[in-house]
């Protein structure tokens, strides 16, 4: 039988106040990197099944405005992937805020979807791990529901898990139509880690 | 252990070893774009020697890397002290190396994957950039390969074995497509059907090989006779039906008569034989009052049939 994993309200608390720090930590990096202001939501963290993930996920199938990328890591005994949204995104403001010039064609676009991820998702999960005193070695980005379809990529049936610990923050960057969430997907077997790793921090 | 102990000039030796020798590709460089390392991969693949590279401006020596863009990324690697990569789907390749394998390998140069990895000092900085590549040509042949037996399946699928034009499902098709064209848009639109005159009497008298060649021969006429727009498939054995959009029942008939003549003053020569044969023609141009695509082929039917019997060889438009 399984049972419910709950998160107590110390553990929640401390993994928020982490994920502000480094999404703060990320946003100076970033505010650097791209000359423009970071617009940070306040992190949402829930215990969810791979239903709910999968219903995030599809989210992207629908609408062709929607793109996603997703980035692997693991270090210290801790794996996770991350999901970048991105939602009602401009491709020609992303491009004017990597400088990119040139023609936007599918190749570019893609190329864009990789970079602004790899920006945005290197940043966070360095911040995470530099907190937790670990180093995460990250795999290279996937764009989702290009060469599969999505319901293949991540199918909540086949999962070997019940159940993830999600951290979900919204992006915004100030004066360029860019709007994304991020997905920070722990899966069960980490969380109790995870836990020791913030003691050290709640102590 | 120290590291004046023997054990660590070993260790040193042996990762210095494994990096010269490891089958992928190391390159280090600073913030100014000086080659620092410049491992064995590299050296053999580029056939150039240490000497030749270190110390030297990158893209001095290597003009095909596209200079703006791999200094946005290693100021990205930099800046934020975490690794991005690429891929050989955005970019088949950093380094253009030549294809090495002569029996195995059939692509023309080496696709590569290609991570970067911010180095930090002693001070915790990031001064220097490591650029690791990964040969994946072996992956990328497989993908494309792959992709090519898709596409080459997606065209059989849709195509008529005879004749080269669309079947009758994917005709269909791109009739409701243009159907749907015209509810939004109400751009004129019309619909031609047509059929071989006596076909069974070909096939009677000359052979069913006779009678194939005949509809190659029709199909040949419809195709060099109408515009990239239009949309031509076979409907049924000797019936094609064609989509004109942008057109007019006036302007379909143009069209119609322009085919018709043509296969009227054509011939098909099969073996001993010369055949003669003629085609006759329904047109319907899309309005209101049709209301479903199977109802703009009847209604073009209905043309045919007229125009068949009013003695064959011609064209007729079915008013709705």
């Known amino acids: ?203 | 252990m120290t590291p004046t102990t023997p054990d660590f000039a070993n260790e040193l030796h042996w990762v210095m070893d494994i990096l010269h020798n490891i089958d992928v590709g190391l390159v280090v460089v600073d913030l100014n774009m000086h080659i620092r390392l410049w491992n064995g991969f590299m050296q053999n693949h580029s056939a150039k020697a240490p000497e030749a590279v270190l110390n030297q401006n990158i893209f001095d020596i290597f003009p095909e890397l596209p200079e703006t863009w791999f200094r946005r990324k290693i100021e990205t690697v930099a800046v934020l002290q975490t690794a991005a990569f690429t891929t050989w789907e955005q970019r088949p390749y950093l380094f253009h190396f030549k294809n090495y394998r002569p029996v195995t390998g059939s692509a023309k140069f080496m696709y590569q994957n290609c991570t970067m990895l911010p180095l930090t000092n002693a001070q915790g900085e990031v001064n220097h950039v490591c650029v690791i590549i990964y040969d994946v040509t072996e992956v990328a042949i497989h993908r494309e390969q792959l992709q090519q037996a898709n596409e080459q399946l997606q065209h059989i699928n849709r195509t008529d074995g005879l004749t080269g034009l669309l079947n009758r499902k994917a005709w269909e098709q791109s009739l409701r497509q243009e159907f749907k064209r015209y509810q939004r848009y109400h751009r004129a639109s019309s619909l031609i059907m047509l059929d071989i005159d006596h076909f069974k009497d070909i096939n009677d008298t000359y052979g069913h090989p006779a009678g194939d060649e005949v509809i190659r021969r029709t199909a040949a006429a419809l195709v060099s006779s109408l515009r990239d727009s239009d949309v031509a498939g076979r409907y049924g054995g000797e019936e094609f039906a064609v989509i004109l959009v942008d057109t007019d029942a006036t302007g379909a008939e143009i069209v119609a008569e322009r085919l018709r003549t043509s296969v009227e003053a054509s011939s098909v020569a099969y073996e001993e034989h010369v055949i003669n044969y003629t085609i006759s023609l329904g047109i319907a141009e899309l309005t209101p009052k049709i209301t479903d695509p199977t109802m703009w082929i009847d209604t073009a039917d209905r043309g045919l049939y007229n125009a068949k019997r009013a003695g064959r060889n011609r064209s007729s438009i079915y008013y709705t």
């Open chain 1, 1 to 203: 039988m399984n049972t419910t994993i709950t998160l107590s309200e110390d553990y929640r608390d401390c993994l928020q106040e982490v994920t502000n720090i480094a999404m703060g930590q990320a946003g100076d990096r970033l505010a650097r990197l791209l000359d423009t202001f970071v617009v940070l939501s306040i992190p949402h963290i829930e215990i969810l099944a791979p239903s709910d993930i999968a219903m995030a996920i599809n989210a992207i199938d629908g609408s062709a405005s929607v793109s996603g990328v997703c980035q692997g890591f693991i270090g210290g005994g801790i794996a996770g992937e991350a999901i970048l949204l991105f939602n009602d995104t401009s491709f020609s403001d992303l491009s004017r805020l990597l400088k990119y010039d040139g023609e936007l064609d599918h190749q570019a676009e893609r190329e864009l979807l990789m970079d602004t991820a790899n920006v945005l998702l290197g940043a966070f999960l360095r911040g995470v791990a530099v907190q937790l005193d670990m180093s995460f070695s990250l795999g290279p980005p996937l764009v989702l529901g290009q060469h599969q379809r999505l319901d293949n990529l991540f199918d909540p049936k086949t999962v070997t898990w019940q159940q993830a610990l999600v951290t979900e923050i919204n992006y915004k960057l100030e004066g360029y139509n860019v709007n994304c969430d991020l997905l920070v997907i722990f899966t069960e077997e980490f969380i109790d880690l995870l836990c020791k790793k913030l003691d050290y921090l709640l102590l």
